[in-house]
């Protein structure tokens, strides 16, 4: 079985996509056959290919061997919205089955897959699943995602909590300055490394050059470590 990590955030838009793109990229970049996963997307625009989200595209474009988009992103609900209430739009209800069967089917021809969760957390499924059942199913620690950001310290400080009280396992995280004039980011940066209990995994600053340079020794932890 190759290794995975599962990566959430403290919110929605903090840049979970960015992150697991750029773990993606250092990981094949230090010779690994890294693929990424999206198991549920909500937000897609139909093409001739079908139904595709642009968070699930972006993972396929960064992964190596580049998996089909069916196994990338096993539920690609259209409305941008909460997962289980695109999903009840549809008529669909989430289940762990084919999540279960796309990351098999990734697995086949990976070393390590990065799976990317929808928003924050503690985030619905469906009426009998929550996100965390995810991580649990395909056995994965998680890393959090900390937009930096006003606020970041509680969101970081509850997330982490929710993820442990979960029954899972938080590897680390990984800060991401989503806003280029957050007051005193530095102390918050040590206020963060003091208080969640958990490595920090490295730091993105606003719109980086090459996000995969800056997390190459966090893709080479997670990699030495699972």
């Known amino acids: 079985m190759p290794q995975g990590i599962f990566i959430t955030g403290t919110d929605t838009g903090v840049g979970k996509t960015q992150v697991s793109a750029a773990l993606l990229r250092a990981l094949?970049?230090?010779?690994?056959?890294?693929?990424?996963m999206k198991p549920v997307a909500s937000g897609c625009e139909f093409s001739p290919g079908g139904w595709s989200n642009e968070d699930a595209r972006a993972l396929i474009e960064a992964s190596h061997p580049q998996p089909a988009y069916a196994d990338c992103n096993p539920y690609a609900l259209h409305d941008a919205v909460a997962p289980h209430l695109a999903a009840?739009?549809?008529?669909?209800?989430?289940?762990?089955g084919p999540i279960r069967a796309g990351y098999a089917a990734l697995a086949a021809s990976a070393d390590f897959?990065?799976?990317?969760?929808?928003?924050?957390?503690?985030?619905?499924?469906?009426?009998?699943?929550?996100?965390?059942d995810i991580p649990r199913a395909l056995g994965l620690d998680v890393v959090l995602v900390v937009g930096l950001r006003l606020g970041c310290i509680n969101h970081a400080l509850l997330s982490a909590a929710a993820i442990r009280a979960d029954g899972c396992r938080l590897r680390g995280w990984i800060g991401n300055a989503i806003d280029p004039a957050q007051p005193l980011q530095r102390e918050n940066i040590a206020t963060l490394r003091e208080r969640l209990d958990a490595d920090c995994l490295g730091l993105l600053g606003y719109n980086p050059p090459d996000p995969a340079a800056a997390l190459a020794a966090a893709a080479a932890g997670l990699r030495a470590q699972s």
């Open 28 to 36: 094949v970049a230090g010779g690994c056959r890294a693929v990424g």
């Open 88 to 96: 009840a739009a549809q008529g669909v209800e989430i289940e762990l």
């Open 113 to 132: 897959i990065v799976v990317e969760g929808a928003g924050g957390w503690a985030v619905p499924l469906s009426p009998r699943l929550m996100q965390a």
